[in-house]
């Protein structure tokens, strides 16, 4: 009796999307470049000890500051060890704790904003309070008391940044929380009765992650540099670990005359902070339902 | 006044080529109001679009022509076509907020485009554009200029919104569903607003609607699309009165207007075909309850049933 | 007829704003009652009452003597019996939740008993069929359907919980009129079937004109006027009603 | 208008008690003790103690805090331990150097992002777009204290067109203090030789400052300018034969301006307490320096005026903010 | 020869300020806290108020003994504990007031009740009697023989007593000389850009004038840059420029490298009794005094400009024993130590801070080291306040340190260094223990006989090194790169970075 309505094509489901973002990222030649630059970073940490054969804390003062060569690429530091070998094993430091910062901001973040976004009121109100003073606080001043208090070394650092990280997810995530809220099937679900955390797990946060997962590829780039400027104001990785940013600020010391020692863990600051931005602003292209067709 | 012959488009996406219109022809006469029916993705933006030149860049016109007083507008540069907008051709879109610029005053709006029609100065175009309010019935113009679109009402906006479609004194309108944002009672007073400011300017329209009684009540010709293509044109009576198009047909018994509460309506089963894939016949055949087999094998030719009562459709012609 | 549902004096403010200023009328059992009036009358704010998304400021809502709000809170226990379908199928859809999820989310308040069987596959299976759904869509996502189809989910989200009464707030006003004309029938089929109680929603007076048993008025907050179907469209009585109907622009000259 | 500033200031106070409590503890719990710091390190048990009891350090936090809080209140933010000198003029002495390199750094970084988002925008996905967002990606992601010095070493040692550091050239003197930025102030007293000279200082900093910032305004421009362009007023008013220049800058970037003036708000205020490394590497002497120096030191009074002025700085831009948005945008006006 | 100025017209005034043979500009790398000789501690303020000031007497040239400053001549009693001073007239402070004894006795007693960093030095004085206008006599409480040579140290500064006009709610003046001079030396502050550079003027009275009218301390903090504009010739001295670029400026032309002895000293704390309990034993510090590659950290690290340390009294201070034993990198011997003591696994943990660049490539080095012998050392970099805490609660195993003497004595290493009452950042900081040592260097304290002090102290010094406390790593060289015409820089090891401005000229 009733009309058998003909589902659209049997093979639109997952493979549309799919093939969608591929035709979507095809287009986008800086996102691929991106993506590779990113990838080849992630290739040479992940493999250094089979691209290198140095060791990337044993010192050597024999061959201390030499400049780049056949044999070290990259040159040497101040104790002789191979700076190709630290930049590289350097991008599982710093890459890691880029990575880890921002996604426990943007976890973190865009639960709290969905909570505010959702409750409004004074939850809103006390939450986005908070996060105004976060905000405003000057974020250096917070690292850099943070890391007085609990010790200068990287997961201070790290725990600093993703603090000061935190309210860009939390109004991101509450935008999206006080426009998801309006829609229908928010409005419906509630006419059911479920309860609020219910909702927000499963309809706000699932809703907003898109615009959170692109701000955190356009953050990664930013905090890599954070990172990096943190242990250039010595609140970095505990030496002898190898991470770019104390790495910088130790060659930053020798720019005139050793130029190769803060300019390539630059230059790799560089790669993986620009690799990051060409996802994150191709991401915003592709996965905006805006910019669709 | 214009005049569309065997126009199609080709929309490049993702997935190929979308054959969105396929050799629609059409024309209006001055002071005639032709209006477009058919359900959504049939294709009438797409066509009121492609005579100002406002396709999306992945558009392509791949056949076809369209005639304004004789210039083909499909060959124009896009400079050229610039200087028709607003001016010869004016626009009025469906959703009146979203079409009004949200941060400028109206006023404000309504000089910037009379200032470049008339070539006037600032000054010059203000008390014009008091006029044009007037036109559109506002009693206190000077008011009205001085707000912004969000302080209107629905109504009040879509009034403006043909106030400057009108400005440039166009001598086609295009309106592309003006009043399915609005309610009934405002919904009858922007059309007979419309009918008033063609009367007057002698303007000739192109309607573009999926509400059959908005076609009833304002239209003098009917063009039915489906799928890309035309199905069935003629007077607003004779296609009301005698649809000869299956397709007609049934969009006229789907409506629950004149079915007895305890009947049902008629349905159209199934969907628009992939307009990728356009089928070598009917495009309707798919969904059509009189569909024989000659229809699956060429596209039906234009039949004149009767003075300009045009219908594609084989049955017809049998 | 029964009266299962009573709305009474019920009123609304939206800070200085009044959307609803005192309205009242019941609601037969198995009849639909049709709710007409301008944009902003206060069509949907009233629904919402009656759902539980907004409290009135004054007045009251009764299921067979069960008032549903006491001050700000919804007291009305039993979670599932008054359902609601909204205008927009596009919207009410979680785009991230596939059918089944969909339709089973309704029943997450029920007692783990009740949800369990419900929640079957057999039930899930039968439910899809009774809104011209098939088994296989349960897996797939909102966005892979039509917009007729996509409110026949919404109406089987409705029905999982064995409602009473369907609230139904524009249900085809986004629709063609090919797939409104499927998706009126179906509803008409289903309150044949389970014995529903509609209050439809809409402004569109041919529908609710061949929906409706009843039909309200709503003007400005106010009910202006409570008729029968064929009452109010052949002898309106109230000017707005009047002028409701003379505006309504249709297909054949004359009455509608 | 009236509403939304009283709002502010309030907000003003909650955010101001807030954070400065924070940084009040924080500072207080962190091993060091400025007693030390000021004494020298092989001073004995005894003048440490006294001079901690001169200090006040030998109270509880809590009430160091309300002592302080109530000093604020006549405008007393305490004495630096570290400079010995009110924090107030240390303040005063350091904050308009910020604020002048600040501005710059902003005005340059707003001159040159905004037309290079419209551009990108309108020439999406061109060869213009790639290159003008390889080049503001460079922007953030160059390390400021790497592209300082190379900056120093090219326009200073090799080409010796623009000064290495600080604010004036030793020699020059910039006498009456009007606003404490020199450019002003210059300009007022009609000195412009020292007028050329602030600016012929202000260039490098200023331009390796702006860098980063450009990068953020481009991008924003760049992506509401394109959200902009897709409403439907620019169709309409494209439909009504508006010019396509004056659909751009005065229907498009109008609104374009709205999201934009947020973001870039935000981010001044990030930079006022931010601008730490570029001030090391131009030797330029503004608070980043200071609260550096300050930290090292442990020095509270300066670290807690250092974040008040920083927050206060931070909320009035909001605030302005918040009176542009109104100005751009009237629905909110409302 | 750079064709600096000239190159564009309207040249910056800073480059004007270095060809003037009247001016010049010294980099320094940080700015300064309080200028007020009774509070400062900071060897940076003391750039400004060494020549802005006047003492009773003055460190005589590049020696560590004293000549007579404000005092022509003094006499100190039989028992050490009267010295009289006998003040030269005719020195005047910068507002023309006359400097006599009352101005002495001011000064003195107001370190004293200032009660800052600096009256710790004049704990010892007693009594502060004026007996006539140009006589001053200080009683001591009980000898104190490093005493005339405290007196030419910065805290020995005479302040005008007209200051006291200026105090507020009773802070002698104290706010007020945080940012101002006001004492009898050849120069004055002039002004105090704060962040930028402060300018010293000439002290209106003085009597012979030096060829330097006026003086910029001129901040840089940025190394690099200082660097950069001292071989543009915009400055004259160029301070805190790495050890390693030492040697590409040796090669330009325009520049000239100073290069003394000093008396600064980096050495190890290596913690005695609060630490790893393996540590408490002398052969594990033997052990580790051994393993440590001398060699490498004074020719690479510091690349030649210092000299390992022999002992604890550097070399250039008297009391120096050039035959005290000196530990080398032998890690067999180490090893074998190590054994000896029982000890097969070890780790320990070496603090530092980022306050000396240095400090992380000897870190890094002496992790190597010990690994040879098999010792891990972790390396604990924390920020140079919480160091200092640390180092006060002796809160870890080996720590990177620096010493400097204030007066010319032994008694400022021996016992700020050994003696138990001074366990943590006052000076014990290897928490030394040992009771034949603290009589030792307590005795010589005491007695005013240099001959027999010495004597005390070489006794002392045999037992400190044998039982190892410290890693005595290395002297430092004082190095600094000037501008080639500028002269007469004469450095003295006790005014580590103070200029004798006065004397110099270009
Ligand atoms: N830029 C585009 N790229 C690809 N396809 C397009 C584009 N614009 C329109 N289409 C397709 O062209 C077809 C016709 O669209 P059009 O907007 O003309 O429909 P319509 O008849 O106006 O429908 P409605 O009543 O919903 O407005 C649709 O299938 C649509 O998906
Ligand atoms: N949450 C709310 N806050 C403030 N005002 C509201 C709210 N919800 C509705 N209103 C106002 O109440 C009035 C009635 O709204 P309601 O949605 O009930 O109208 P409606 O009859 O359903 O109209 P429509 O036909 O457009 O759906 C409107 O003027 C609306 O602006
Ligand atoms: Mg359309
Ligand atoms: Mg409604």
New binding site residues.
């Given amino acids: 009796m009733d009309a058998q309505l003909e589902i659209k094509a049997e093979s639109l489901a997952g493979k549309k999307q799919k093939s969608l973002l591929w035709y979507k990222i095809k287009k986008n030649p800086m996102t691929i470049l991106g993506f590779s630059l990113i990838f080849i970073l992630a290739a040479l940490a992940l493999f250094a000890p089979w691209i290198t054969s140095y060791d990337p804390i044993k010192i050597n003062m024999a061959e201390r500051f030499q400049p780049p060569s056949a044999s070290h690429w990259f040159g040497t530091d101040e104790v002789g060890r191979d700076i190709f070998t630290r930049v590289i094993y350097g991008a599982r430091l710093s890459l890691g704790a880029s990575i880890t910062i921002v996604v426990v901001a943007g976890l973190i973040g865009s639960v709290i904003g969905a909570i505010a976004g959702y409750f409004g009121n004074w939850v809103d109100q006390i939450i986005m309070r908070i996060m105004d003073m976060l905000l405003a606080f000057p974020t250096l001043v917070l690292a850099m008391v943070l890391a007085a208090t609990l010790g200068p070394n990287l997961i201070n650092a790290m725990l600093a940044i993703s603090i000061v990280k935190i309210p860009v997810y939390v109004r991101l995530a509450r935008g999206e929380a006080l426009s998801i809220k309006k829609k229908l099937y928010v409005v419906a679900a509630k006419t059911f009765r479920v309860n609020d955390f219910y909702i927000i797990i499963r309809h706000i946060i699932p809703n907003t992650i898109t615009p959170v997962i692109i701000q955190i590829t356009l953050d990664l780039g930013d905090t890599i540099l954070l990172v990096a400027t943190l242990g250039f104001l010595g609140l970095g990785a505990r030496p002898p670990a190898p991470e770019w940013g104390t790495m910088i600020s130790t060659g930053f010391k020798h720019m005139l005359e050793q130029w190769w020692y803060a300019t390539f863990p630059g230059l790799a600051v560089f790669i993986a902070s620009s690799g990051f931005n060409l996802i994150g602003d191709g991401l915003r292209d592709i996965l905006d339902p805006k910019s669709a067709? | 006044m214009i005049n569309i012959e065997e126009l199609s488009?080709t929309?490049?996406?993702f997935h190929g080529k979308?054959h969105?219109?396929d050799k629609v022809s059409l024309s209006v006469n001055r002071r005639e109001i032709l209006a477009?029916v058919?359900?959504?993705?049939?294709?009438?933006?797409?066509?009121?679009?492609s005579i100002l030149g406002l396709?999306?860049?992945?558009?392509e016109i791949s056949n076809g022509h369209i005639y304004f007083d004789e210039e083909d507008l499909t060959k124009l540069s896009p400079n050229k076509i610039q200087k028709y907008r607003g001016k010869r051709i004016g626009m009025v879109f469906?959703e009146p907020m979203s079409a009004l610029h949200p941060t400028m005053r109206i006023g404000d709006q309504l000089v910037n485009v009379i200032k470049r029609h008339r070539k006037l100065s600032k000054k010059d175009a203000y008390p014009i554009m008091l006029d044009m309010l007037k036109d559109v019935h506002f009693d206190n113009p000077e008011d009205i200029a001085k707000k912004y679109p969000h302080q209107l009402s629905g109504g009040m906006r879509q009034r403006i919104v043909i106030a400057l479609a009108m400005s440039g004194q166009p001598e086609l309108l295009i309106a592309?569903?003006p009043t399915t944002a609005l309610d009934v009672t405002i919904q009858a007073e922007i059309l007979n607003l419309i009918k008033e400011l063609v009367q007057k300017h002698n303007t000739a329209v192109l309607l573009?609607t999926?509400d059959l009684g908005v076609v009833k009540e304002v239209g003098d010709r009917v063009c039915v699309?489906y799928g890309?293509n035309i199905m069935e044109s003629g007077s607003v009576d004779q296609i009301f009165e005698s649809p000869r198009h299956p397709y007609t047909k049934a969009l006229l018994s789907a409506l629950p207007n004149h079915v007895d509460r305890s009947e049902r309506l008629q349905e159209i089963t199934g969907e628009?075909p992939d307009?990728k894939n356009r089928p070598e016949g009917c495009i309707f055949y798919s969904r059509c309850s009189e569909g024989k087999s000659t229809c699956t094998e060429k596209a039906p030719a234009c039949m004149q049933v009767s003075e300009a009562h045009h219908v594609y459709c084989w049955e017809v012609h049998s | 007829m029964n009266a299962i549902l009573r709305i009474d004096q019920v009123s609304k403010k939206f800070g200085l704003f009044s959307a609803l200023k005192g309205v009242s009328f019941e609601l037969y059992e198995g009849e639909t009652f049709g709710l007409v009036g301008e944009s902003g009358s206060g069509k949907s704010t009233l629904a919402n009452i009656i759902i539980g998304i907004h409290p009135p400021t004054e007045g009251n809502i009764f299921l067979r003597d069960q008032a549903f709000w006491e001050k700000d809170r919804y007291c009305y226990k039993t979670p599932g019996n008054i359902q609601i379908v909204f205008q927009d199928p596009q919207s009410s859809l979680d785009p991230r939740m596939n059918i089944r999820q969909i339709v089973t989310e309704p029943l997450i308040p029920l007692p783990e008993s009740i949800r369990k069987e419900k929640s079957s596959h057999e039930n899930l299976c039968a439910l899809l069929q009774s809104v011209g759904l098939q088994e296989q869509h349960l897996e797939r996502y909102p966005h892979e359907f039509s917009g007729g189809q996509r409110q026949r989910i919404a109406i089987a989200r409705a029905l999982i919980t064995s409602p009473d009464i369907l609230l139904l707030d524009e249900p085809t006003s986004a629709l063609?009129v090919s797939v409104q004309a499927q998706v009126l029938n179906l509803l008409k089929d289903l309150q044949k079937k389970r014995n529903l109680t509609y209050l439809f929603i809409s402004h569109n007076m041919a529908v609710v004109r061949y929906m409706s048993d009843r039909v309200g008025v709503l003007y400005k907050g106010d009910m202006v006027e409570i008729e029968s179907e064929r009452n109010i469209f052949t002898a309106p009585n109230h000017p707005y009603t009047k002028k409701l109907i003379a505006s309504v622009p249709d297909i054949a000259n004359g009455v509608v | 208008m009236k509403q939304v500033i009283i709002k502010r200031l309030y907000l003003l106070i909650i955010v101001l008690l807030g954070v400065t409590f924070i940084t009040f503890t924080m500072s207080h719990v962190i091993p060091g003790d400025p007693a030390r710091m000021l004494v020298g390190q092989r001073a004995s048990e005894e003048t440490l103690q006294r001079v901690r009891e001169n200090l006040g350090l030998d109270k509880p936090v809590w009430v160091q805090y309300l002592i302080y809080m109530k000093g604020l209140l006549r405008g007393d933010m305490g004495i630096s331990i570290r400079t010995q000198q009110p924090v107030i003029s240390d303040l005063i002495a350091f904050f308009p150097a910020t604020f002048e390199l600040a501005i710059f750094a902003f005005l340059i970084a707003l001159g040159i992002g905004i037309p290079l988002g419209v551009l990108a925008s309108i020439k999406q996905n061109t060869w213009v777009d790639h290159v003008s967002r390889i080049f503001s990606i460079g922007g953030v992601s160059i390390p400021v204290f790497w592209s300082g010095i190379v900056c120093i070493l090219i326009f200073y040692s090799k080409l010796n067109w623009l000064p290495a550091s600080g604010r004036l050239s030793i020699g020059l003197d910039i006498s009456t203090r009007i606003t404490g930025l020199y450019t002003i102030d210059s300009l007022l007293t009609g000195n412009f030789k020292v007028f050329a000279d602030t600016i012929r200082h202000l260039i490098l900093p200023a331009t390796v400052l702006s860098y980063a910032q450009l990068a953020t305004i481009t991008r924003q421009v760049r992506s509401s300018m394109l959200e902009v362009l897709n409403q439907e007023y620019i169709r309409t008013a494209r439909a009504n034969g508006i010019a396509e220049w004056y659909l751009i800058i005065f229907y498009g970037l109008r609104n374009a301006l709205i999201p934009t003036v947020t973001v870039v708000g935000l981010s001044f205020g990030a930079l006022l307490g931010g601008a730490v490394v570029t001030e090391t590497v131009f030797a330029w002497p503004g608070m980043g320096k200071y609260v550096v120096d300050s930290i090292s030191f442990l020095d509270f009074p300066a670290i807690m005026g250092f974040t008040l002025i920083v927050v206060v700085g931070y909320m009035l831009i909001n605030l302005m903010v918040d009176l542009l948005y109104m100005a751009l945008d009237p629905q909110i006006r409302e | 020869p750079k064709p600096v100025q000239q190159e564009t017209p309207e040249a910056p005034a800073e480059a004007n300020g270095n060809s003037n043979p009247k001016t010049i500009t010294i980099a320094i790398n940080a700015d300064m806290g309080t200028l007020d000789p009774g509070v400062t501690m900071d060897n940076m303020a003391w750039k400004i108020t060494y020549p802005t000031y006047e003492r009773l007497v003055d460190f005589d040239g590049a020696s560590t003994e004293v000549k007579p400053g404000v005092a022509k001549e003094w006499k100190v009693s039989e028992d050490g504990l009267t010295w009289t001073f006998y003040l030269e007239e005719g020195h005047k402070f910068a507002d023309g007031t006359e400097v006599n004894a009352e101005a002495v006795k001011f000064s003195f007693e107001r370190v004293l009740s200032l009660g800052q960093g600096p009256s710790d030095t004049y704990n010892v004085i007693g009594e502060v009697v004026v007996e006539d206008t140009y006589t001053v006599i200080f009683k001591l409480q009980n000898p104190f023989p490093p005493f005339l040579s405290t007196l030419a140290a910065n805290y020995g500064g005479i302040v005008n007593p007209k200051v006291m006009e200026k105090e507020e709610n009773g802070d002698l003046a104290q706010n007020y000389l945080a940012g101002n001079t006001a004492g009898s030396g050849v120069y004055q502050l002039e002004e105090w850009k704060k962040g930028q550079y402060i300018k010293l003027s000439l002290n209106p009275n003085v009597k012979t004038k030096p060829a330097f009218e006026t003086v910029y301390f001129k901040l840089v903090a940025d190394a690099s840059g200082a660097r950069l504009q001292l071989e543009k010739g915009d400055i004259d001295i160029a301070e805190g420029i790495q050890i390693d670029q030492i040697e590409q400026l040796k090669g330009k032309e325009n520049i000239t490298v100073i290069q003394e002895p000093s008396l600064f000293v980096d050495y190890v704390y290596v913690n005695s009794t609060k630490g790893n309990t393996a540590l408490t034993n002398p052969k594990v510090r033997q052990a580790i005094s051994y393993a440590v590659d001398y060699k490498v950290i004074v020719e690479q690290v510091m690349q030649g400009y210092a000299t390992q340390m022999r002992g604890p009294i550097p070399d250039g201070l008297w009391g120096h024993d050039p035959s005290v034993f000196q530990y080398e990198y032998n890690v067999e011997k180490a090893k074998a130590l190590l054994q000896e003591a029982g000890v097969d696994k070890l780790d320990l943990t070496l603090l530092y801070s980022d306050r000396f660049p240095n400090w992380e490539q000897e870190a890094l080095i002496m992790q190597a080291n010990l690994a040879d012998i098999g010792i891990t050392l972790n390396l604990n970099k924390v920020a140079y306040a919480t160091m200092r805490e640390m180092l006060d609660k002796g809160d870890f195993d080996l720590a990177m340190g620096v010493w400097s003497p204030d007066y010319a004595d032994p008694f400022m290493f021996m016992n700020y260094w050994f003696d138990s009452n001074n366990h943590g950042l006052a000076g014990n900081r290897a928490f030394y223990l040992n009771k034949e040592v603290d009589n030792l260097v307590r005795e010589a304290a005491t007695i005013s006989e240099q001959a027999k002090r010495i004597e005390l102290y070489n006794k002392a010094q045999s037992i400190v090194v044998e039982e190892a406390p410290y890693i005595y790593l290395y002297q430092r060289d004082f190095v600094l790169p000037i501008s080639k015409g500028l002269k007469g820089f004469v450095y003295n090891p006790m005014l580590e970075g103070i200029y004798n401005l006065a004397e110099m000229s270009k």
């Fill in positions: 067709r | 488009i929309f490049s996406t979308v969105v219109l477009i058919g359900e959504s993705g049939s294709g009438k933006s797409v066509t009121a679009y396709l999306d860049k992945n558009a469906q592309d569903e573009i999926h699309m890309g628009i307009l | 063609d």
